[in-house]
């Protein structure tokens, strides 16, 4: 059974970085699919980026488009989301979500991702 587990969150000021991890145990993750995504309080929740299971396709919202990078290290079971240029409308709980896709393309569906960590919390304030 894979276990997902997101770290990196935290307070960050408006301009500032953060990079987030995703940790999967239980099963080797170069067979999934990794998408990223946010839920906001009162907002839809949004998939903000994703990875093919070897890395050949990447995808990002285009509000976070030039801003956020998604990488993956299949030797260490684990996938990051490197965030830039944050803003306060990136506030949000962030999860990291897999889908066992033998495809060399990712989707920014989240519904499409039958896996999901517990999430991080990221805020930009001042």
């Known amino acids: 059974q894979l276990q997902l587990v997101e770290s990196g969150g935290g307070l960050v000021q408006p301009g500032g970085s953060l990079g987030l991890s995703c940790a999967a145990s239980g099963v080797t993750l170069d067979v999934y699919a990794i998408v990223w995504f946010r839920q906001a309080p009162g907002k839809e929740r949004e998939g903000v980026s994703c990875i093919s299971r070897r890395g050949e396709t990447t995808n990002y919202a285009d509000s976070v488009k030039g801003r956020f990078t998604i990488s993956r290290d299949n030797a260490k079971n684990t996938a990051y989301l490197q965030m830039n240029s944050l803003r306060p409308e990136d506030t949000a709980v962030y999860y990291c979500?897999?889908?066992?896709?033998?495809?060399?393309?990712?989707?920014?569906?989240?519904?499409?991702?039958?896996?999901r960590g517990q999430g991080t919390q990221v805020t930009v304030s001042s």
């Open positions: 979500a897999a889908a066992n896709r033998i495809a060399t393309w990712c989707t920014l569906d989240v519904s499409t991702y039958g896996y």
